[in-house]
């Protein structure tokens, strides 16, 4: 491999593992972000919850018409964009004063980093060809796998040894090293066939219908639907999502091509991923938050829990691909959805004096976790994990073998977006759910109190722990409530990886048994290997 190739390499490489590993860390850093930054408009667990759904609002939104404008300005250039922006808004998410600002933060960040996910991989396809295009996307694979198993680790370290400043802060030295990289060594690409016509419209709906539902909710069940604003944005963000798929029936070049999802399996795969992905995103969101913020475990403790289903992704995902493709692919996607269920059923049964495991670094006498972690914790991370595996390369293989090869890369882009824009509409939802459930089990648990006092909901919010100087009998009522709301969560969000089975069971069957569409082995050989809904 040449210089010029390596460099290439280390700049993608860098450039969507950042996007990926702000992710994992942001769950792992929300309890701290909550208990040490103010909020004046927000309250803790609604500015929690837009840091991570607005993120991924607009990363979802951005990243097709994102790979639009670098093959037509030039994949390089808007890489290297993407790049600075990352860094700018990483340095301004760790320096954020206030929760407004960090969201705010956060919503600029995840507009870079759609510059950056699909860039990296369109820039490896023109770069290399035949093997060494395979071996430079295997590469690639490997290495974004790697963040998947690393990230939670190193994101605890930092969170517990430094400050949830650091995790953010750390990206800095990473953008330098990629900046470098493509700006020295990266060549120029474009796509000889883009046409310089772009749906920005078509984009900015997109952001409106997301945000304004997302917002909307989250913002009136936090003010006990007293807030006009809830209900303004409520109403915005439906206009925007009825008028969506008739804006792009009508737009010479859409953003996202209606006639797509005329082919049976594309539009199955991308409703089970918006259903499988929602539930996913939630999950790792407010699992980060219920075991430091409720149950007490360090941030590196809650980062190392989740190992085991990284090593699983990467052991396991080649194999399942390679069984998929001699099998069929709908048997792998309905039990992998029933598996992950099934694991956060078992969360479901936590009781609320479960034993935190607070490993801490310096401490070696904390290493070993508490039995109730073996008991209560790891046998949901051991079947979730496997159920994932058993779902990444069946999916992606079978949208890529759905659609004609000139679409491959359209198509991609499409689920990658469909994948990250399920969590914040199911955030909402959520939010709804715990905030409901939470203070409905205060007011029952403690007679006489008013779940809708400000002074209460100041001291305890679910999913957090209570300030300072709160009575102990709301302490501990607080903590059961949170409890109550995390098993109705994982019911709901066990439902929806269900449902996502359901969909695949029927609309992936065929009359010839599982086999795909006519054509689509042909189509998969010949296809593109980029990754769609992967991390």
């Known amino acids: 491999m040449k210089s010029f190739e390596r460099w290439t390499m280390v700049a993608a490489i860098l450039g969507t593992s950042m996007v990926f590993l702000d992710g994992t860390i942001m769950n792992l850093a929300l309890p701290r972000i909550g208990k040490e930054l103010p909020g004046t ?12 759904s607005g993120y991924l609002a607009i990363l979802a939104a951005l990243l097709i018409l994102a790979g639009a404008l670098g093959d037509y300005y030039g994949r390089r250039r808007i890489f290297a964009i993407g790049l600075t922006g990352f860094g700018i808004t990483s340095v301004l998410c760790g320096l954020a004063p206030t929760l407004e600002l960090l969201v705010f933060a956060r919503l600029l960040q995840g507009a870079a980093g759609a510059l950056l996910v699909p860039g990296s991989l369109a820039i490896l396809t023109a770069l290399f060809e035949g093997p060494a295009r395979a071996r430079a996307i295997g590469i690639w694979a490997s290495a974004t796998s790697a963040t998947t198993l690393l990230g939670p680790v190193i994101g605890g370290l930092l969170v517990d040894g430094v400050s949830w400043r650091a995790a953010f802060l750390i990206n800095v030295p990473l953008v330098a090293i990629a900046l470098f990289a493509t700006i020295r060594y990266m060549p120029e690409t474009r796509s000889e066939e883009a046409t310089g016509t772009f749906d920005w ?99 590196t403790a809650a980062g190392l829990i989740g190992v085991p289903t990284g090593i699983m992704l990467t052991l396991l995902s080649a194999r399942i691909g390679t069984l998929a493709g001699r099998h069929g692919a709908r048997r792998f996607l309905v039990a992998g959805p029933i598996l992950m269920a099934f694991g956060l059923l078992w969360l479901a049964r936590i009781p609320a004096d479960t034993v935190p495991w607070q490993l801490a670094v310096a401490d070696p006498t904390t290493y070993l976790p508490p039995m109730s ?103 501990q009522a607080a903590t059961e409530a949170s409890v109550d709301a995390l098993h109705l969560t994982v019911i709901v969000c066990a439902a929806l990886l269900a449902a996502g089975a359901l969909a695949n069971g029927i609309g992936l069957r065929s009359q010839g048994g599982e086999e795909a569409e006519p054509g689509a082995r042909e189509r998969e050989s010949r296809g593109s290997t980029e990754p769609a809904a992967v991390g």
């Open 41 to 52: 408009i927000f309250s803790r667990l609604e500015g929690q919850t837009y840091a991570v």
């Open 201 to 299: 419209l078509g984009a900015g709906v997109a952001v409106v219908a997301v945000g304004g539902l997302a917002f909307g909710a989250i913002r009136g069940t936090d003010r006990n639907w007293e807030d006009p604003v809830a209900w303004v944005s409520l109403a915005i963000g439906a206009i925007a999502l009825v008028a969506f798929p008739f804006l792009m029936a009508r737009r010479p070049n859409p953003l996202v091509p209606l006639g797509l999802f005329r082919r049976r399996h594309f539009a199955t795969i991308n409703l089970s991923t918006l259903l499988i992905y929602g539930a996913l995103y939630t999950m790792l969101y407010v699992q980060g938050l219920f075991l430091q913020g409720v149950v007490g475990y360090t941030a």
């Open 373 to 475: 972690t073996l008991v209560d914790i790891l046998p949901m991370i051991l079947l979730f994990g496997f159920g994932l595996s058993l779902v990444v390369a069946p999916l992606t293989s079978t949208l890529m073998s759905s659609v004609p090869v000139g679409n491959a890369g359209l198509a991609s882009a499409i689920n990658n977006s469909i994948s990250r824009v399920g969590q914040p509409l199911l955030a909402a939802v959520i939010f709804v759910v715990i905030s409901g459930s939470f203070y409905a089990s205060l007011a029952a648990d403690l007679p006489g109190i008013d779940p809708n006092d400000p002074s209460l909901r100041a001291q305890v919010q679910p999913l957090n722990p209570p300030a300072e100087g709160t009575p102990p009998d709301v302490a």
